[in-house]
Structure formats: C-alpha cells, structure tokens
C-alpha cells in the first residue's frame, strides 16, 4: 500500500468534462499537461485519465450515465457558467502558457498580469468553461 509520504502530490483535482477526449488534448496542449493513464469505455468517452503536470497529477473523466457521485457535481453550463472551485497551475513562464491560452481559444477571465504577492499569472476557462489560474508564482518555493 501506498502512503502519503511515498506519494508525489497528496491533493489530486478530479475534474468531470462533456468531451473528456478533447480536454485531455486541450489541456495537454495549452497548459503542458502529460497524459499519464487513460481508459476509455467502449463508446469512446473517457471512463478515468490521469495528467501529470511537474509533481501535480490531475484526474478526469467524461460526464455520462448518473452515479451516485455524479448527482453531486454540475458542469459550468449548467450554472450559468458559474464555478465554486479553481485550479492554480504553476508554470516556469506564464507568458508562454498564456500565449497558447489565447491561441487556442481560451476565454481570458483576469488579463497576465505580476502580482503583489509575487510571480506572475493570469486566469483563463478551458474549452467547456472550467476556470484556471495560471502563474510563476510557486508557493513551495517560498521561505526556502
């Protein structure tokens, strides 16, 4: 069995998308993330995927039939594009990852900008409308 302290990131994002396929290669794309796992049902949509960032892992999955999980968690059409939760990604040139951002279409939500606190970032909606915050800012490396 694994434990924790033998595990690289101990908070892993599961995310649900429409169209898992296209998110994982939108987000692969655009933000550098590395497909890491994917097992696909037999009608093509995405029963569960793995995508490694840096030493951050993020886990999805295709919306589909109703589970008992799924009838807790609504996708951003269906709240009026509205989120309760967001992702910060952090990436060595945020300049570089929001260039791919705009040139893929990604909606920009707050424009790149330096923050006060540090780093530099933006936030952005991926293909079906999840929110991202993008930035150098690496809390990790604070106090170091």
């Not at 290669?25 to 949509?45: I, K, S």
């Not at 886990?59 to 609504?74: C, D, N, Q, R, V």
Request: proline share 4%; hydrophobic share 40%; aromatic share 10%.
């Amino acid at each position: 069995m694994t434990t924790s302290s033998q595990t690289a990131s101990t908070i892993i994002p599961v995310l649900r998308y429409r169209n898992a396929p296209a998110a994982i290669a939108w987000l692969c794309r655009v933000f550098g993330f590395e497909q890491h796992q994917a097992f696909e049902n037999p009608d093509g949509t995405i029963a569960h995927a793995e995508l490694k960032l840096g030493g951050g892992m993020l886990m999805l999955a295709s919306t589909g039939k109703p589970t008992e999980f799924s009838k807790h968690i609504k996708q951003p059409d269906e709240t009026g594009g509205f989120e309760t939760q967001s992702s910060y990604l952090v990436v060595a040139d945020a300049d570089v990852v929001y260039a791919r951002a705009v040139a893929a279409g990604a909606k920009i939500e707050l424009d790149i900008k330096d923050e006060d606190y540090g780093g530099r970032g933006f936030t952005c909606r991926d293909l079906e409308g999840r929110l991202w915050s993008v930035g150098s800012y690496d809390p990790w490396a604070e106090g170091e």
